[in-house]
């Protein structure tokens, strides 16, 4: 029975990172397609190429969702939390989708993780939910506006002199590199989390010990999100690409940058999960505000924000849900 489990966790946990491919792919390119950089198809396709390897970068963020979030015990009580914080998250995940809402797959999953613990009364570790979620939940994308404003200010002062025509193709020309490396990075952020899932629900059924990534488990998740990704994600890429602000080529590159390198701090530096659908949203926010305030179309980010706020407790609660129905019939 715990066999079956396990195998009926790993492949809806590589489902959830699937899910996760297709609900967060626009974040790498929606900026290169909606500037015209590049085609959408070529976009996903670079972008699933950078997932894939941005998946063997590190492994941080696994470790913290494979241990640091919840205890969920040994046998089949805590596949069962497993299993039912995957269904809580992938939900969450298609119904933000089937809204057009970029919310963030990151948060949906440790939101679950969350319910799910509650709703079995297993061991919730509040502190590094909030030293790890909490705090980067708020400080990345605060972080990614400012930089992002920053950051386009001093590009508008060091082109103020050029002619627009030739630096609107180098600045799209400059964005193919970009858009490689914001993908990078969520292949580096999102794949890890799936890891770690995976681990949890491995070490629960008593086929592994330990904190550390089995080389099956990275290749498994790094080939489901790219292949997620380069199912594409249309409705979402649209609010990014063009909802929230009509970008051009030098403010989609300096979004996608700033993104990338907030997402690699997080990840290698902190081991935190954070999101990267806040953050690329917001630095597109704070390159937009560059234009003048107004230029933003506040109504979509706000009901962007209330997407994000929702994420941790309505995903958990679904959660919570999945796991009283689970415990009914296992």
Known sequence: MELALVVVVVVVALSFDFTNGFHDAANAIATSVSTRALTPRIALL??????????FLGTGVAETIGSGIVDVGLGQHGMVVVLAALFGAIGWNLLTWRLGLPSSSSHALIGALAGAGIASSTSVHWGVILDKVVVPMIVSPLTGFVLGYLVMVAILWVVRKKAPAPTHRRFRMMQTVSAAAMALGHGLQDAQKTMGVIVLALVAGGFHTGESIPWWVKLSAALAISAGTYSGGWRIMRTLGRRIIHLDPARGFAAESVSAVVLYVAALGFHAPISTTHTISSAIMGVGSTKRLSAV???????????????LPAA?????????VLRTFL
């Open 46 to 55: 670079m972008a699933a190429l950078f997932n894939l390897l941005g998946a």
């Open 297 to 311: 179309r506040w109504g979509v980010a706000r009901s962007m924000v209330g997407a994000w706020v929702l994420t």
């Open 316 to 324: 958990g609660l679904v959660a919570a849900v999945f796991y009283f």
